[in-house]
């Protein structure tokens, strides 16, 4: 009697594995790119800012973030499966926290950027959505002694391999580095 539990039971436990693994297969697969997308091209992001580099600076760290993650091939090519078109609409200072004496301590850095993901093949816009990125900074203090946790990666100042120059170059490369991350995990997470 015992072996034949012991066989019932492998074949049960056999058996949930292999719907375990289909399972999580189809999860994963369910959540892929469509399938006529191997590639995506991406233009210059246009810049309506006064804002000098901003646009190359997203341009590449979008590029970067894509090749990362290996979700698609990189093109160079307008003919590819895909293209990922942005704006930059606005890219602003402000005060966004003040000391004892009501004088601002610290600034806040935003970028807003209109993003479209279009298909090519099928003339369809996958994503089209303004992506909102910022960083804060201070102009009386130097990032890596600042207090602050600049790019809220829960580590401070000296002991934050990039939290050091110019404390509003830092926010500014910040706010970047939100939205590209942003733009990619929508990409990820569109189907």
């Known amino acids: ?17 292999i719907f375990l693994v289909f399972g999580c297969s189809y999860y994963s697969m369910a959540g892929s790119i469509p399938a006529n997308i191997n590639n995506v091209y991406i233009p210059l992001i246009e810049n309506d800012t006064a804002e000098f580099e901003i646009a190359e600076n997203l341009t590449s760290k979008i590029t970067q973030e894509i090749a990362l993650q290996n979700i698609l091939k990189i093109s160079n090519n307008s003919d590819s499966d ?10 602003s200072d402000g005060p966004f926290s003040f000391d004892n004496n009501e004088q601002v301590d610290e600034y806040r850095f935003s970028i807003n ?18 992506f909102t990125g910022f960083g804060n900074y201070s102009i009386n203090n130097d990032p890596s002694s600042d ?7 829960g580590i401070l100042d000296e002991n934050d391999d990039d939290e050091f120059g110019d404390s509003r170059e830092l926010a500014i490369n910040i ?3 939100k939205i590209a991350s ?10």
């Open 1 to 17: 009697m015992t072996m034949e539990l012991r066989k019932r039971l492998k074949k049960i436990t056999n058996i949930f594995c």
């Open 82 to 91: 895909s293209s990922i078109l942005g704006v930059i609409t606005n890219a």
């Open 113 to 130: 950027v209109k993003i479209i993901w279009v298909d090519n093949d099928n003339e369809k816009n996958l994503i089209e959505k303004t």
């Open 147 to 153: 207090g602050i946790d600049n790019d809220n990666d």
């Open 175 to 177: 706010a970047i580095n």
């Open 182 to 191: 942003d733009i990619v995990n929508s990409i990820l997470s569109t189907w």
